[in-house]
């Protein structure tokens, strides 16, 4: 599949929001967990006041559910609160690989792999490569899907593609920087967040192979392999 940046979505996707920003329940640290951070896992709603009428919702269990709901008495609405896609890729050109660095919170000044939260209206491949035109005024030709990364307490699913860099590049307004690595010289203990490390270092090992879909599960309270 080629598919490029300009070819994808163009509305929406930019600010803080586009770079793994979203609200988390009190206490946490991040959206994302970022290398070196294990705080205890918490599980809180988010939804404290009803999107259609206004009133303050309810934590309570449904009947016939099987888990704690934002439950509005005054509509008698179910409230369901799902995970968030994050759609990311690895432009790569000549043997090198392009990152970026930086210019928002979370992990401010540390380096990844352009990606952040996919949009309506696009695919998960679109929503990459327009990633990747907003972050690094890049354009590319998105491969394969090669890696899923669950980062289950911040309720978000991440997906990594493979892809051919067949631009020119520069800083976007996310961006404090963007430069293109040889693959032995990848800033390991910069790079911003676990999932994106874990999706450099499946990338790498597959050697431009399709060896399927790599999957990694993160949990705040430990982090386990699979």
Known sequence: MALTAGQASRGGGTGRRAGFKIQFPKGSESSILSPGTTPEQQSQSLITYCPDCGQAVVQEIPDDDNRQRAVCK??????????????????????????????????????????????????????????????ACAEVEIGH????????????????????????????????????YNKDEIPWDEIAFYSGRFALEKYLEDNGENNGVHTYTFRRSRIPRT
């Open 145 to 180: 899907l090669f890696a899923c990364v669950d980062i289950v307490d911040a309720g978000q699913v991440h997906l990594f593609y493979t892809a051919k860099l067949v631009s020119d590049f520069k800083p976007g307004p996310e961006s404090l920087d963007v430069a293109m």
């Open 74 to 135: 005054a509509c008698n609405i179910v409230h369901y609160e799902n995970p968030k896609v994050v759609v990311g890729c690895i432009p790569e050109r000549d043997g090198q690989i392009l990152l970026c660095k930086r210019a928002i919170e979370p992990r401010y000044g540390y380096w990844t792999v352009p990606a952040g939260f996919m949009e309506l209206d696009e695919s998960t491949a679109e929503g990459a490569a327009r990633e990747t035109l907003e972050e």
